[in-house]
């Protein structure tokens, strides 16, 4: 009955962000809206949907550790697994000039959600603050897609151009597939928590692991059924966009209204405090010298990224189970993974800025 209620979960989350996406991009372009906005706001925050209703349900239902969990692993899944996987399909060019915006927002919404977190919990005045925040950054983004070059423009357009009909029987069918969509979050939400509190019970993990986990990586199917659509159809663009957006809506959108109606805000584990959440600041950072580096992710990052975040999940397996190997997983990957990494990284961008430098000379 568990499985059954943690796989309908996760059907029902996916299915009801397809819905809530199609429909509410379908709506918003009938509205006059630009495909540019409709890409960069309607549908991140529909593929965020699923965490934001997994995060009310686990509020209300008293489950903190829950409602962090789903937030920090999706955002660090979202790169990791979701962008290694689209990477690793095909290299995925990084040209939006948004990204310089974007990028930098997603690590200090991620700061921000430490700094935050210090004190043991984020309050309703800090979730209204990170909304707040949002909204501004919403208004950039219109803004700034009016001055996106053509190429950009025109590949936006291909993916979120709806059929040009605005007849009343069109406003209906996408105010029924909204609907529809919402039902289905709401169901799934409520079976995906009720069926991850009775497994983390059963198997002696905690609400923190199974959310990192279990509840992550199901939250963040939108996200990487978007992004590897985008990634094969060569629209590599949206594919990166997709997933910075996501992450940025995570935090400032999902986290922060939660915090805004969950009774006392939301409270944040000391485990959580201690690993994850600057393990999700690491993630976003890396992001920095990969997205620089020729404006390209290539294979290797994106297969470096995947190995990573298996390597995290299984970390968190093993130290939630107290694994005899957990001492040797954690000497390997401090001794010889990290340093490679980084050193791998630091060459990278060390060419590319001295291949930068002598091009303009």
Request: overall charge neutral; hydrophobic content about 60%.
């Amino acid at each position: 009955m568990t499985v059954l209620l943690i796989i309908g979960g996760l059907a029902g989350l996916v299915v009801g962000g397809e819905l809530l996406v199609r429909g509410a991009s379908r709506l918003a372009a009938t509205l006059g809206l630009q495909p540019v906005v409709i890409g960069l706001t309607v549908v991140a925050f529909g593929t965020s949907a699923p965490e934001l209703a997994v995060g009310i349900q686990a509020a209300f239902d008293g489950r903190a550790d829950l409602v962090v969990g789903n937030v920090v692993g999706s955002n660090i899944y979202n790169v990791l697994l979701v962008l290694g996987l689209s990477a690793l399909i095909a290299p995925l060019l990084v040209k939006q000039q948004l990204v310089r915006l974007d990028v930098p927002l997603m690590i200090g919404a991620a700061v921000a959600l430490f700094v935050l977190s210090l004190d043991g919990s984020i309050s309703t005045i800090e979730g209204l603050a990170l909304f707040a925040v949002l909204l501004v950054y919403l208004v950039v983004l219109v803004r700034m897609s009016r001055r996106e070059d053509p190429e950009v423009m025109a590949e936006y357009a291909r993916e979120f151009s709806p059929p040009p009909t605005r007849d009343s029987g069109t406003w209906v069918r996408n105010v029924g597939l909204i609907a529809l969509g919402l039902l289905a979050l709401v169901l799934g939400a409520q079976w995906l928590v009720s069926g991850a509190v009775v497994a983390a019970e059963a198997l002696g993990l905690s609400e923190l692991v199974i959310g990192l986990t279990v509840v992550a990586i199901g939250t963040s199917m939108p996200e990487l059924v978007t992004s590897i659509i985008a990634s094969i159809r060569g629209e590599r663009d949206l594919a990166v966009g997709n997933i910075v957006g996501s992450n940025i809506f995570n935090i400032m959108c999902v986290l922060a209204l939660t915090a805004v109606v969950a009774p006392g805000g939301v409270a944040v584990a000391p485990a959580a405090l201690a690993l994850d959440i600057p393990f999700m600041i690491a993630v976003s950072v890396a992001c920095l010298p990969i997205f620089f580096t020729g404006h390209l992710i290539a294979r290797w990052e994106g297969a470096l990224f995947v190995l990573y975040g298996v390597g995290y999940t299984l970390y968190l397996v093993l130290d939630a189970t107290s694994h005899a190997a957990l001492p040797l997983f954690n000497v390997v990957t401090l001794a010889l993974v990290m340093p490679l990494t980084i050193l791998t990284l630091g060459v990278v961008t060390w060419r590319e800025v001295t291949a930068r430098r002598a091009r303009r000379s």
